[in-house]
């Protein structure tokens, strides 16, 4: 019967590199005041044994859980899973997140909230209290949530609101979606288009309104009309498609509509179809997300990349950084995203 081999643990590094059981917890913790010879000379024992840091034996050693805890809304969440309508929103939060949580030796958990609820604190404390993070990732609504802002702030744990600028605790982080409003609405603009629409979203994401400004404020810069060429949305397909409608039976339609997320624009895209109005001969569509059905769609549509992945990886940072103490940035964090032009936009046809 085979031998069962034995665990290397912290004690075996700390005798093969003839150093304390302190030194090498401090190494493996990366903690500051470490000089860089006996960070090598452990760091040489830990790959010689191949002594891999348990995250309880971390914990055990030091003030630190080594979780990373980030909140997304649940009632948005569970409807974008079951209508599997391609969204990866959660996908990219994860692989940004994850990624770099395994670069510093911490895990990331995942946790949905109904930031609509009375009962949001008391579900937040309960998990805060099982979990006992060393930080907290809020995305939209959460961000702006006061119950959840306060609550972590009264608890003193370091946390990041993604798509917030509002003042107050945590760290801001946004994804410059005026910017890349503008961006689209600049791309269609040299193209030809002069009537460029748009269609907003939820008005329970500060990050909707964003996203009008930077339309408004590039086609108020070319000397461009904007009267009549905005349709309200709210993020679902089926907003989309009663605000595409109302803009193509406009008596002078757009020759362009930008989106203001994936969803609302395949609805866009379904409506000109029903209308027989071709993109993008006779209309031109931009979308925001730029999610894997974007891509796959006739035409393929022409989209806003939103730097979700980069700007969790950010904030997990952001965490790890309080955490030891290292300066942080005063002003919220931009990030910016991509664009990618693809079949559904085109030169405006004249006449």
Known sequence: MARRRQAVTIKHVAADAGVSLQ?????????????SAMKRRVQASIDKLGYVPSIAAR???????????????????IADWTAR?????????????MLKCAEYGYRLIFELVDTHSDHVERE???????????????????????LIVKLLERQRIPFVRIGSRSEGAGFALVMDDEGMARRATRHLIDLGHRRIAFISGSDEYPLSQWRVDGWESEMQAQGLEIGGLMARGDFTYESGAVAARRLLDLPDPPSAIIASNDQMALAALEAARAQGVDVPSRLSLVSFDNT????????????????????????VELIIKAQRGEGLPLQPVVVEGGFVARESTAAHAQG
């Open 23 to 35: 030194t090498v917890s401090r190494v493996i913790n990366d903690e500051p005041n470490v000089r």
């Open 124 to 146: 937040l404390r309960a998990t805060i209290a099982a979990l006992q993070p060393d930080g907290v990732i809020l995305t939209p609504p959460h961000s702006d949530n006061p």
């Open 292 to 315: 894997p059905i974007v891509r796959f769609t006739r035409p393929t549509l022409t989209a806003v990349d939103q730097p979700v992945a980069e700007t969790v990886s950010r904030a």
């Open 85 to 97: 309508q391609g969204t990866d929103w959660v996908d990219q939060m994860l692989l940004g997140g």
């Open 59 to 77: 914990r055990m050693s030091g003030s630190r859980s080594y979780l990373i805890l980030a909140i997304n809304d649940r009632d948005r969440t």
